[in-house]
């Protein structure tokens, strides 16, 4: 039986999941590369904030089930403002209500929107797989699940900017989510990395943190794969 291998410093550690993420985020899939180049669709537009807006409802049930995992009332307060920023302190507050007003500005139905009767079938299966992979491992390695907020701040730039050079159409007013994110989301990951940093206390935690850092990008890739093959 060969021994295990020692546990990787916090700088090398904190490189290996930087490397795995941005070699595989989402923000190099082809649509997304579309995207920004300005050569969607007002319907692939606006099909990508209706499906996308299902993996934001996901977002603060993934952040109960991360909550619900900490024995720690410190961890657990620095968590539940994340649940805090998405669903708000109360109704139309918040970023599910910010991406609301973002599916109105492109022309969307809020009901059918709120309602998910339009989220395509892979979409659905990867967002929930989110759900059930943060359910299924432990607590750091479900943080580390989070860590591609890492890569949000410098894409969420880019999208503002690529948004209002080519689709004029969409009142810059109604990108707020994009704008909100750019600095929750640097707060986020350094609160992210540091617990994972301090807590995966073996070189097999450290690993295991990293496959599920991968399989979150895989489920992003994904969600863009549903929506590339879209009629």
């Known amino acids: 039986m060969s021994p295990e291998r020692p546990r990787l410093s916090d700088d090398e550690f ?3 999941l930087r490397r795995e993420g941005e070699r595989r985020y989402h923000d190099q899939h082809p649509f997304h590369l579309r995207m920004h180049r300005g050569e969607l669709t007002r319907e692939q537009l606006q099909q990508w904030v209706l499906n996308r807006y299902y993996y934001q409802s996901r977002v603060p ?4 089930i991360i909550l619900s995992k900490s024995e720690d ?3 657990r307060r620095m968590w539940i403002q994340r649940i805090h920023d998405h669903d708000g302190e109360r109704a139309g507050e918040g970023g599910l209500a910010l991406w609301l007003r973002l599916a109105e500005g492109v022309g969307l139905d809020l009901d059918e929107v709120a309602g998910f009767s339009r989220v395509l079938p892979g979409v659905r299966f990867a967002c929930d797989g989110y759900v059930q992979l943060v359910q299924r491992v432990s607590l750091v390695e479900a943080v580390a699940s989070s860590l591609t907020e890492s890569f949000a701040p410098d894409l969420m730039s880019r999208r503002i900017e690529a948004w209002e050079k080519h689709y004029p ?3 810059s007013d109604v990108l707020e989510y994009f704008r909100t994110r750019v600095t929750r989301a640097r707060t986020d990951s350094e609160q992210a990395i540091d617990f994972v940093r301090r ?3 073996s070189y097999d935690l450290q690993e295991r943190c990293v496959a599920a850092l991968i399989r979150k990008t895989e489920i992003l890739w994904h969600i863009l794969d549903c929506l590339q093959a879209a009629p």
């Open 169 to 171: 159409w969409v009142r």
């Open 199 to 201: 807590n995966a206390t």
């Open 14 to 16: 904190a490189a290996w």
């Open 73 to 75: 009332p410190a961890f």
């Open 61 to 64: 049930i993934k952040d109960a």
